[in-house]
Every structure is written in structure tokens, then in C-alpha cells.
């Protein structure tokens, strides 16, 4: 594929008030496997099974893969000064992935009627038609059949959906929007592809064919809300800190994903959120927004002014 023909995916830095283009990890291996026809038949029948993924994560546990960690700071312009731990603590690949943070560099924002971003990710935001999710670019599916169960469907058709995709350079512990209370957390999918808006124009099945994990969160401002963790290509496994009935808070970690991209999906009832107006405007234009761990990103919507639509 030539530089002309390559396919550009920008992003809102809500911050900068810039919209910028995004590196693209390993980005001639994501174009291989899913913009050539031997690519994406490797892809189906070798690449996106979990197996694959499993043995990627093992090796990435590895002490020898700490060389690694280097280029992957310098590549993915990460920042050193946010990490809890001396660089030199790190014991393998995977280790400096899974890495915490300082609390300071991701301060949770205290108003209770706010919504707080899950992670550091790029955030599109979807009003569910009925019971589908139709994205501006890439693959409508069903609420069932992204959660592998129709217990739901009429419960959110036509709400709101919020998908965060993490690219392998982010912070990949993710936490809980509100305080409240969950339910036990069930899985469904098996394959791995890649979460990649590359990967996504393609239209594969990833939401629904991809290894999941959903969980009913009873919240105390936003109502009944569905959180599903989507494992991608090279994500070694999903670690969830609470799999049964728990209480939560505001901010806590819920989890982290090992090694590789991944995407979190957040499924709201109708009128329960309102999320802010930047977002919803590169949203309908297909462009993610960046937002980070604890950063406001909506209100409940009796907190906003009546003129302010959205």
C-alpha cells in the first residue's frame, strides 16, 4: 500500500483543542492483516485465536523482554514522570504494560454527577437506534449480540453507548464510573482481532466475535449501566479484580488488560446521561475523542442547562 492510499485516523485532543493524527502501532502489521486478502485470511484462521494471543502473553512475561520496554516508552511518548514505580523495577514486557500509576497523574473528578472516563482511551459516543449500535464507520450489531444474551434489549434500545478504545501505549488499568454495586461478570466471544479503527472499517464482527467480559453496574447517579471489557489481538487476558457481587466507588480499579489494544463498551439507558457536547460533535463525524482515567466526560442530564442540547 502506498503512502497516497494509506487511511489516516485522527483524533480530538480535547485539551489542545487540536485534532491530531494517531501513530498507529505496528501499523504495517494491522494493514496486512486486515487490507490484503492473504492478511485477512491469516488473520481468521491463525491470528485471531485466543491461543495465539495466550502464547504472545506468555512470551511477554519473559525477563528478556524487558529489553523492549525502551522502544516502547519512546515510540508510544509515554510519560515516565506519571509511573509509581523506577523503570528498572519493571520485570518483563507485560510488567511495564500493566504498570500503575501515580494517583496524582490521574485525578478522579469528585462531582457525583459527572461521569468520569473509564480509562485512557479514544471515546466515541453512539445513541443506540432501537437495539443496535450503528457506528459512523464500521459494522452495526445488535445489544444481544454483544452481550451474548437478549435479557437486555429493551431495556437500553435507544440510550446511549460509549466505546473507549485503548491503543497499546495507554494506561490499560481501568475503573469504575460511579458508586454502586455489581452483579457476577459473565464472558462470551472467542476470537482476538485487533480493535483498531483499521481493523473496524473492515467490517469483522469485533465487538461481537471477540473474547468479552460484561457486568451489570447498579450506579448510584447513572442508573443500571452494562460495562463490557473487550479483549483484542495480543491481549493476554483480561484481569478483573471482582467477578462476583461487589460494592464499589467512584474511581476504584476495576481491572486491567494484559498485553495489547483493547476497547471497554458502556451501555446507558435512555435519559440517564448526557454526555459533553465536544465529544458528541467529533463523534458524529467519526473521530475519537482522547480522554483519560477519572476526567469528566458527561452529566447527569437534570445537571445540565436546558439550553445546551448537546
Known sequence: MSAAKKQEIFLFDRKQNVIQREKVFERGLVEFCYETRIGVFLSDLVLKRRVISKLYGLWSKLPVTRKKIASFIKKNDININEIASPLDSFRSYNDFFIRKLKPESRPVEKNPQTLISPADSRLLVYKLNKDKV????GREYKISELLGTGKFDTDYENGTCLVFRLAPGDYHRFGYIDHGKQDCVWKKGRALHSVNPLALKSGLPVFTENFREAVLLDTNNFGQVLHVDVGAMIVGRIVQHHRYAHTFSRGE??????????????????????????????????????????????????SFPTTDQG
Open 134 to 137: 450503528i457506528p459512523v464507520k
Open 253 to 302: 480499579e476495576k481491572g486491567y488488560f494484559e498485553f495489547g489494544g483493547s476497547s471497554i463498551v458502556l451501555l446507558f439507558k435512555p435519559d440517564t446521561v448526557k454526555i459533553d457536547h465536544d465529544i458528541h460533535k467529533y463523534s458524529s463525524r467519526g473521530i475519537e475523542t482522547l480522554v483519560k482515567y477519572g476526567e469528566a466526560i458527561g452529566k447527569v442530564p437534570s
